[in-house]
């Protein structure tokens, strides 16, 4: 048998990667800044907001948050891949982490907003 030849990324291709990575990085993080201040102002503005509606949100901005960072984690270990079958491996690894995350997220997700509609409902 022979090994098939790895096709191997070249280094200025995988340091281009890296900085695109950090590069998007920044532009995340000040979109993260500018969110979080508008969440701020909603709720200095919004006094009668809802305890739990503003629960749910702050919940799911967090979950944006970890799941870009995983993101940012798995292209980043992308731009390291030295050849095609490392980065594969690293997206598909990335994948089934992701989708666990994504139901847990929905699924507490739908346990607060289930659990604020109860609260809500008139009492008999």
Known sequence: MYDKAQM???????QV????????????????????K???????????????????????LRYAEQNME???AMASE?????????????QQRHAQKQMQAYASQAQEL??????AAQKAQPKP
């Open 8 to 14: 191997e990324i070249p280094e200025a291709v995988r």
């Open 17 to 36: 990667a890296e900085r695109n990575v950090e590069q998007t990085r920044v532009a995340y993080n000040q979109f993260m800044d500018m969110a979080r």
């Open 38 to 60: 508008a969440q701020e102002m909603v709720m200095q503005s919004q006094g009668a907001m809802a305890g739990a509606a503003l629960e749910i949100q702050t919940r799911a």
């Open 70 to 72: 995983a993101g940012f």
């Open 78 to 90: 992308m731009a390291r891949a030295r050849d095609v079958r490392e980065y594969l491996e690293v």
């Open 110 to 115: 739908g346990t607060m907003m289930r659990d």
